[in-house]
């Protein structure tokens, strides 16, 4: 699975964003599942719609409207992508992650990726957000890797350091941003682990995903996290449990998307909060580091 796109590809995408818009981006949002109300929060708001721009995938899935909105949250100039892409979509890695690289040579300086994500730590609860603390990479070890193929230097290095993929002053920005909110009770840390999908797990994939350590499943987020690590972007990952995952033979609930995206839906408003005012903070804090 070698990359499809070339360096080229990424700079006449880029350009055309530059010659489109006067933004200039800082922080980019990533939409999960049904999460696209997370851009509401901004102003001064410019969409395109993913099919007008050049090389761009499209949105496929449910609850993703596939729009770049760009605005400004108080004074933070950002982007928010209303929709993702997915393995499953049949993309391959290179445009699930495509975005990324344009947002690193649009100027971005840090990723917020959040996503819907089935519980397995038996401790968490439907509504929860887990701040993703780390990552297991299932597909990646079957060789389904966005950075397999030649090694782009412009973006990276070859061998990219991915222990500290989720940046822990982001985390602790977001922890204390949560509690001021008064969101502690159900502000969570976690391992997320991405599946390749289409299916939900089955129960012995569930108990075997607990046996790993992994305290969230979805289908999406590391490859965007890798790539966004790889060209030296920070990342926050926020990962909204919208079900839990079945480990007991005996449990009777299904999970379906409809249900992923009715309590993304119900817990959106919480979460813009806390991105918006994640953003505010982040703002003032690089304004007073520098
Ligand atoms: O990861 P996001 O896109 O938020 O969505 C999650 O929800 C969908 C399944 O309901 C899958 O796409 C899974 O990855
Ligand atoms: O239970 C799940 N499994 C995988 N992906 C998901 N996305 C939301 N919920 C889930």
Redo the contacts with the bound molecule.
């Keep these: 699975s070698s990359c499809c796109c070339s360096f080229e590809d990424y700079k006449r995408t880029t350009e055309w964003l530059l010659d489109q818009t006067n933004h200039r981006p800082k922080v980019a949002v990533i939409c999960?599942?049904g999460?696209g109300l997370l851009a509401d929060g901004a102003a001064h708001k410019q969409t395109f719609s993913y099919k007008d721009i050049p090389n761009f995938p499209v949105s496929t899935?449910p609850g993703?409207e596939g729009r770049l909105v760009f605005g400004t949250i108080e004074d933070t100039p950002c982007v928010f992508m209303q929709g993702?892409f997915?393995l499953y979509e049949g993309y391959s890695l290179c445009q699930v992650t495509f975005p990324i690289r344009i947002f690193k040579l649009m100027g971005v300086e840090s990723v917020l990726v959040?996503?819907?994500?089935g519980g397995i730590c038996p401790d968490f609860k439907v509504g929860d957000i887990m701040i993703i603390k780390d990552h297991i990479n299932l597909p990646g070890f079957a060789g389904q890797h966005p950075l397999c193929g030649p090694n782009d230097e412009r973006f990276g290095i070859r061998f990219p350091c991915m222990s500290d993929a989720y940046s822990k002053d982001l985390r602790r920005l977001v922890l204390d941003v949560g509690s001021e909110l008064g969101c502690s009770s159900f502000i969570r840390e976690g391992v997320y682990c991405m599946v390749s999908?289409p299916n939900f797990e089955t129960i012995a994939e569930a108990r075997m995903l607990l046996i790993l350590g992994c305290d969230s499943v979805?289908?999406?987020?590391v490859p965007e996290v890798t790539v966004a690590k790889h060209c030296g972007l920070r990342v926050l990952g926020l990962s909204l449990i919208?079900n839990m995952v079945s480990l007991d033979y005996s449990r009777e609930e299904k999970v379906n998307?409809e249900e992923?995206l009715q309590i993304s839906k119900m817990r959106a408003e919480v979460l813009q909060k806390l991105v918006t005012t994640f953003i505010c903070r982040y703002q003032q804090q690089s304004i007073n580091n520098n």
């Design positions: 999960g599942s999460l899935v993703h993702h997915h959040t996503n819907a994500s999908g979805g289908m999406s987020a919208t998307h992923v």
